[in-house]
């Protein structure tokens, strides 16, 4: 399977699952040119300075919104909430 529709695919099961958990997500930022993946480095916001997925379209940027707000918190409460859709996200095998 082609790769990008591999990840569409399994990025469409972690919309389900987040729905059937009652968690809105949105997604922003498929792509990052190259100088945007180094600005995101520089700023501490990626661990990969450059030959990232983003700039292969497979990655993309989430956040979980609450009262049409999009939670960048680091309240224990969020980071619960990004848990459970990072370990449902390692169990598909991505």
Known sequence: MNPR???LYLLGKLFDFAERNKIELICFT??????QQVQEFIKGKSKIKSDGPHQNW?????AIIEDNKAL???????????KVLGDYWK???V
Do not use: G, M
């Open 5 to 7: 529709v591999k990840f």
């Open 30 to 35: 498929f792509y990052r040119s190259p100088e």
């Open 58 to 62: 497979l990655a993309v940027d989430l």
């Open 72 to 82: 960048f918190d680091s309240s224990d409460l969020t980071k619960a909430k990004y």
């Open 91 to 93: 169990d598909l095998d």
